[in-house]
């Protein structure tokens, strides 16, 4: 079981163009084979990184002691977990209002936290983000793409990211 685990996991993710449904059925097998949450998100972000075509994914998850969003997984060059007050940043709204977010120049954005960009080095120029529900439709984090690597995110990216978004927490 467990080669078979590493090969779907290490498999390279497709295309929306080759079917979303395909696409679909493919992260949610290899979602259910995840050895843990943290492997299940961390297939989750390499799937939306790939597909979207995002330098960086992460999947930021809420920790309602401390009021604060931090990360599970990270793909690209931020491997370190990160934490923020739940209700600041893009990230915040989009946890907080529950509604998605485009933005195609970070750092005109009001809501944008550029202390995330000061601590990790990382410098972030555009970002999509969308809330991660449970089945029951209580948002408990949120997906979140940075820079994208060939043109802007569109719509098109906004509706395949929470539709894989959807899958994930079914195959949970």
């Given at each position: 079981?467990?080669?078979?685990?590493?090969?779907?996991?290490?498999?390279?993710?497709?295309?929306?163009?080759?079917?979303?449904?395909?696409?679909?059925?493919?992260?949610?097998?290899?979602?259910?084979?995840?050895?843990?949450?943290?492997?299940?998100?961390?297939?989750?972000?390499?799937?939306?990184?790939?597909?979207?075509?995002?330098?960086?994914a992460?999947?930021?998850?809420?920790?309602?002691?401390?009021?604060?969003?931090?990360?599970?997984?990270?793909?690209?060059?931020?491997?370190?977990?990160i934490?923020?007050?739940?209700?600041?940043?893009?990230?915040?709204?989009?946890?907080?209002?529950?509604?998605?977010?485009?933005?195609?120049?970070?750092?005109?954005?009001?809501?944008?936290?550029?202390?995330?960009?000061?601590?990790?080095?990382?410098?972030?120029?555009?970002?999509?983000?969308?809330?991660?529900?449970?089945?029951?439709?209580?948002?408990?984090?949120?997906?979140?793409?940075?820079?994208k690597?060939?043109?802007?995110?569109?719509?098109?990216?906004?509706?395949?990211?929470?539709?894989?978004?959807?899958?994930?927490?079914?195959?949970?």
């Amino acid at each position: 079981m467990k080669v078979v685990k590493e090969r779907a996991v290490q498999q390279k993710p497709r295309r929306p163009r080759a079917g979303l449904s395909e696409l679909l059925l493919e992260v949610s097998n290899n979602i259910a084979v995840a050895g843990d949450l943290a492997e299940a998100f961390d297939v989750l972000a390499r799937y939306t990184a790939s597909v979207i075509k995002a330098e960086q994914a992460s999947v930021f998850l809420n920790d309602s002691r401390a009021g604060e969003l931090y990360t599970r997984v990270t793909v690209g060059k931020v491997t370190r977990e990160i934490r923020m007050l739940n209700h600041l940043g893009v990230a915040g709204h989009v946890f907080t209002t529950g509604q998605a977010a485009i933005v195609p120049d970070a750092y005109a954005d009001e809501r944008f936290n550029a202390e995330i960009d000061k601590k990790t080095g990382y410098v972030t120029k555009s970002l999509l983000c969308v809330p991660l529900r449970t089945l029951k439709g209580q948002v408990i984090g949120v997906a979140e793409l940075l820079n994208k690597t060939e043109g802007e995110f569109s719509q098109e990216d906004r509706d395949v990211l929470e539709a894989l978004v959807r899958q994930a927490a079914v195959a949970l």
